[in-house]
């Protein structure tokens, strides 16, 4: 294959592991730079500390150019070396890639505060995401104190199929890019997709015509969530959605549809007024409402 730089965009795959693999054969491509990115993706939460063994063991690279990609990246700044463990974690430098994204979503700080107190309000969190592929990535999170075992962060990912945040996302596509979204969660992992699809394009249909959608521990069996869509940012593309999480044993019967949910798609509004209409594309409204929780 040759690409060219008119060559039509493809939809984002999941991981660093997955575009290194299906482009082997395009000429254009940096395929060192990638081994180097699929070796800093694999530093995650509970694997903060990996050595070159368990480096090449995960990522499928053979281990000496493993050493020197680690080596390189800790020269840089990406990494850094652990001589006692003999072990690599991410380097500050890090952070420095994600705050020029952070920074351009302005609407974040703004949106906090009010952000904040329907958290306490509630006693939860409450989490703007961004869509990344199959993934949902947390820009913005407020909490109260004890919101049990899922304390969202900056940074970490969440699947789209079994989450309403994701759900409420994939609401915002435009019509093609929902389409490629269903076809990579489906090529990713054809036994999730099974699984989750029809509670997936429930939720879609419930965040058009309720404003919000509902998720019954299907990602975390003890927190219960409800999320509404943000927008689809015409320029830069990317899709936005906002989440409330509860620990299950704190509902009321009905509260989470019928009080969270509407409070969760009025925040979403204030947010959207924000940002202003000129960077919105408009969502596009169900056919029918659905009843089906999602």
């Not at 680690?70 to 974690?89: N, V």
Request: glycine share 8%.
């Amino acid at each position: 294959m040759t690409p060219t730089n008119s060559a039509k965009p493809r939809h984002p795959l999941s991981s660093a592991a997955a575009v290194l693999a299906e482009s082997i054969d395009d000429a254009a491509f940096a395929t060192t730079l990638a081994k180097g990115l699929v070796v800093l993706e694999a530093f995650k939460a509970g694997s903060t500390l990996l050595g070159n063994m368990e480096l090449s063991t995960l990522t499928g690279i053979p281990r000496p150019t493993v050493a020197r990609l680690t080596h390189t990246l800790a020269e840089l700044g990406y990494l850094r070396y652990d001589a006692g463990r003999a072990k690599y974690r991410v380097g500050a430098r890090a952070l420095r890639i994600a705050h020029p994204l952070l920074a351009g979503l302005q609407f974040r700080q703004v949106a906090r505060p009010m952000m904040q107190e329907l958290a306490l309000s509630v006693r939860g969190t409450v989490s703007i995401g961004l869509l990344d592929a199959t993934a949902m990535i947390y820009v913005e999170t407020a909490r109260s104190g004890d919101v049990g075992p899922h304390a969202p962060d900056i940074g970490m990912p969440i699947p789209v199929v079994m989450t309403a945040m994701g759900r409420a996302a994939a609401a915002t596509l435009p019509p093609a890019e929902a389409d490629r979204l269903e076809r990579n969660i489906a090529a990713e992992d054809a036994e999730l997709w099974s699984a989750f699809r029809d509670k997936y394009r429930a939720g879609i249909a419930q965040s058009r015509s309720r404003g919000f959608c509902t998720c019954w521990g299907e990602y975390m069996a003890s927190i219960h969530a409800v999320a509404a869509p943000l927008f689809h940012a015409s320029e830069s593309r990317q899709s936005f959605s906002i989440n409330c999480g509860i620990p299950a044993f704190r509902l009321q019967p009905g509260q989470l549809e019928g009080e969270i949910g509407p409070r969760i798609a009025a925040l979403a509004d204030s947010i959207r007024a924000i940002v202003g209409p000129a960077e919105l594309t408009p969502l596009r409204k169900a056919k029918k409402t659905t009843s089906a929780r999602a």
